[in-house]
């Protein structure tokens, strides 16, 4: 079975600030990793996921995410946030060998005020 | 063309009632999905289909009964709905594991 934790219930930042969204895991198996982003009122639309490879994923809308194998982490980061950025973040966790299905974090509400 | 389409969008209904939620894709994916967020924004799977079939049902209450009359449809008809079931019920598609899940934009479901 997999989790997800994602620490920050909610995380205000001012506009043109730097952010990090923290995301931890726990896994019996191999995961792999994504980032989703809903915003109000709307279904959720992926950022960014790591299957393989190179640790440092970039997404859409300026946000990457660095895998850490050994602290079992995922966190989302952007250089400079703007206020459309506000929205529920989502972390979640897929098993690599079987199954579909995400396992979600309960997310972090991004609150950008100017 | 939207590819992931939920109906309705909003859905108010008395205690007891049955309804059904509708979900097509039009992206050519073989797997379909439905998960439930309820009112803290907690997001949990409920069933997977996978070329219509069964793969993912997770515990959830027999009253609800996903349907996949073809690859491209999964509905989910829910019996005796209780105050409980009050969410926003989410259709999603992927082509497979690791891939993108595409999402609905969600059915407010409202008992009352």
């Known amino acids: 079975a997999q989790s997800v934790t994602q620490l920050d219930s909610q995380v205000p930042v001012f506009e043109e600030a730097p952010v990090e969204l923290r995301c931890n895991y726990s896994s019996s198996v191999s995961v792999y990793l994504f980032w989703y982003v809903q915003y109000p009122n709307q279904g959720l639309q992926l950022l960014l996921k790591y299957l393989s490879g190179s640790t440092l994923v970039k997404g859409i809308n300026g946000f990457e995410a660095e895998f850490n194998k050994s602290q079992t982490s995922f966190h989302l980061r952007k250089p400079s946030v703007h206020i459309s950025d506000t929205a529920e973040y989502f972390c979640a966790v897929s098993p690599t060998n079987s199954g579909y299905a995400l396992n979600f974090g309960k997310g972090t509400s991004l609150l950008v005020t100017p | 063309d939207t590819a992931v389409s939920q109906t309705p969008k909003y859905l108010v209904t008395q205690m007891g009632n049955d309804k059904s939620i509708k979900c097509e894709q039009n992206?050519?994916?073989?797997?379909m999905y439905w998960y439930k967020q309820d009112s803290k924004k907690f997001l949990k799977i409920m069933f997977s289909y996978n070329n219509k079939e069964l793969i993912i049902n997770e515990t959830v209450p027999n009253r609800f009964s996903p349907k996949s009359p073809d690859k491209a449809h999964l509905n989910l008809h829910i019996n005796s709905l209780e105050l409980g079931d009050s969410a926003v019920y989410f259709c999603?598609?992927?082509?497979?594991?690791?891939?993108?899940?595409?999402f609905g934009p969600g059915t407010r479901l409202t008992v009352l």
């Open positions: 992206l050519g994916h073989d797997t």
């Open positions: 999603a598609s992927s082509q497979g594991t690791g891939d993108e899940q595409f």
